[in-house]
């Protein structure tokens, strides 16, 4: 039997990402998991954040951002990352984490993520207690550890990507198929 709730946020898993902004000079990084792609072509994504958070500000003045994926070995960090406050503290400092030059934009992305997707922020939508950046994709940088060496495809199962579900941090299970794989022909012998 199924049961009626109140409308709510139940859409999970979902990723759970770092963000960078600022610079290399002046930066900040906070946890979210209120985060999608938008559209490939033109390749858009979007980040969701409360107005009262530190970084918020840096965000809309600066009008770009790193969205960097975490792993299982990163989980304390991005945990830390999102509980704790850069107006208390020096997130890269207590987490380890290093930040790196970015290619397309002033953000520093960290060098512990196998992807880092550099943003500029397209526009700015006031939806309640979360604010959208919805944001062009500029550049991804891709650590080549989990690159295919004769496609040059990324692993990102691989690379032990992390997911956010409702309160707890997962590692990503068995694979079930790939997409297409329900209306595939099986290969005759």
Not at 92 to 108: F, K, R, S
Request: charged letters at 20%; one cysteine or more; glycine letters at 8%.
């Amino acid at each position: 039997m199924k049961v009626n709730w109140k409308p709510g946020t139940m859409v999970y898993p979902l990723p759970a990402a770092i963000v960078t902004c600022g610079d290399m000079h002046t930066s900040n990084m906070l946890t979210v998991a209120w985060t999608g792609t938008i559209c490939t072509n033109p390749p858009l994504l979007y980040i969701s954040v409360r107005p009262e958070r530190h970084s918020y500000g840096m965000l809309r003045s600066r009008m770009e951002f790193t969205l960097n994926l975490t792993t299982e070995a990163m989980a304390r960090a991005t945990d830390f990352v999102g509980v704790r406050s850069g107006r208390d503290c020096d997130k890269w400092a207590l987490t380890g984490l290093t930040p790196v030059p970015g290619h397309a934009n002033a953000c520093p992305a960290i060098a512990e993520s196998p992807l880092c997707i550099e943003c500029r922020v397209k526009e700015i939508i006031r939806l309640g207690s979360h604010d959208m950046f919805i944001a062009d994709v500029v550049n991804v940088i891709a650590d080549d550890v989990f690159l295919d060496p004769d496609t040059g495809a990324f692993d990102l199962a691989a690379s032990g990507i992390m997911a956010y579900c409702h309160g707890g941090y997962y590692a990503l299970g068995e694979k079930l198929g790939k997409f297409g794989f329900s209306v595939a022909k099986n290969k005759q012998k």
